[in-house]
């Protein structure tokens, strides 16, 4: 119920952090964006798959109710560093990976959801060995993690809080290959 102060103070700190460092990524953007235009570059870089020394940025924002970006761009077999921030007014949840983890945490998240409105949830959990990446925000609480994307298929993205994928919360991942050809077409198929 009480709020812990050192939390709110530490992520207040970090949110200063932020704002100062804004200018000069937005300067250094810009200057990209110039340079690419003279040179008659896309404006759009083209994608690097990442590696497990240098894994590559992704960002998602969840949303009342989507995830955005959607489809999230993805290299097969790359590994990518996810920072997800939750946007929403409400508390979200990112789950990664195929249908069983799917529906793994789509069990667990109705299993704990409590009867009574307000009420503690109990804390969700699937069986060992599940696979897949779930994090669950708060509303505006971010978090990231390291990704090794599979190369056979396209993970699913879905939020499991119960009435979230009734409202549309299904996001999507699409496959894209490195190089000047990348594009929803421009890979193997
Ligand atoms: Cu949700």
């Known amino acids: 119920m009480i709020r812990r102060r050192p939390r709110r103070a530490s992520a207040s700190a970090a949110g200063r952090g932020r704002r100062s460092r804004a200018p000069l990524g937005l300067a250094a953007y810009l200057a990209a964006m110039a340079a ?25 924002i969840l949303r009342d109710y989507s995830f955005v970006p959607t489809p999230i761009d993805l290299v097969p077999g790359e590994t990518v560093r996810f920072f997800v ?18 529906d793994a945490w789509a069990h667990a998240d ?9 009420a503690t949830a109990p804390p969700a959990s699937v069986p060992p060995g599940t696979g897949g990446v779930r994090v669950l925000l708060d509303s505006g609480k971010s978090t990231t993690f390291v990704y090794r994307v599979p190369s056979d298929a ?6 499991h809080v119960p009435g979230h994928l009734e409202r549309g919360m299904v996001g999507a991942v699409r496959f894209v290959w490195p190089g000047p ?4 077409s421009g890979g193997p198929s």
């Open 154 to 159: 396209p993970p699913l993205v879905e939020c």
């Open 181 to 184: 050809s990348t594009g929803p």
């Open 85 to 102: 921030i939750n946007g929403g007014l409400v508390a979200h949840e990112l789950v990664l990976g195929p249908q069983d983890v799917q």
């Open 110 to 118: 109705a299993v704990a959801t409590p009867p009574i409105f307000g």
């Open 36 to 60: 690419a235009c003279t040179s008659g570059a896309a404006a759009t870089p083209p994608i690097r798959a990442g590696t497990p020394e240098v894994p590559r940025q992704v960002n998602v």
